[in-house]
Nanobody, 121 residues
Framework: QVQLVESGGGWVQPGGSLRLSCVVS????????MGWYRQAPGKQRELVAR???????NYADSVKGRFTISRDNAKNTVYLQMNSLKPEDTAVYYC???????????????WGQGTQVTVSS
């Protein structure tokens, strides 16, 4: 079984910063990618940032230059540093890990529970 726990959401004024964290634990054989999605009210879930094979990163155009994704392999943790936040960044943020489970040796995407980020004055 694989579990993800997110933390770090909250309320911040426009121009402020937040850092989200997501740790994965459980029966893990390997991790093949990780990242963050978000979903605003009335909108579809969208990719914010991800780390793929070889450590390459992808970002949504709307967050380039403001958000930074990083990882700590020793801690099985992915981070999302969000700077210069805007009201339109308000959403529930979900982390994910692509995991090959140790018990089944099958690949699945696992999702965090979601954390609310609210940007307003």
């Amino acid at each position: 079984q694989v579990q993800l726990v997110e933390s770090g959401g909250g309320w911040v004024q426009p121009g402020g910063s937040l850092r989200l964290s997501c740790v994965v634990s459980g029966s893990i054989f390997s991790i093949n990618g990780m990242g963050w999605y978000r979903q605003a009210p009335g909108k579809q879930r969208e990719l914010v940032a991800r780390i793929i094979s070889g450590g390459r990163t992808n970002y949504a155009d709307s967050v380039k230059g403001r958000f930074t994704i990083s990882r700590d392999n020793a801690k099985n943790t992915v981070y999302l540093q969000m700077n210069s936040l805007k009201p339109e960044d308000t959403a529930v943020y979900y982390c994910f890990f692509g995991v090959v489970a140790a018990t089944t040796r099958t690949y699945d995407d696992y999702w965090g529970q979601g954390t609310q980020v609210t940007v307003s004055s």
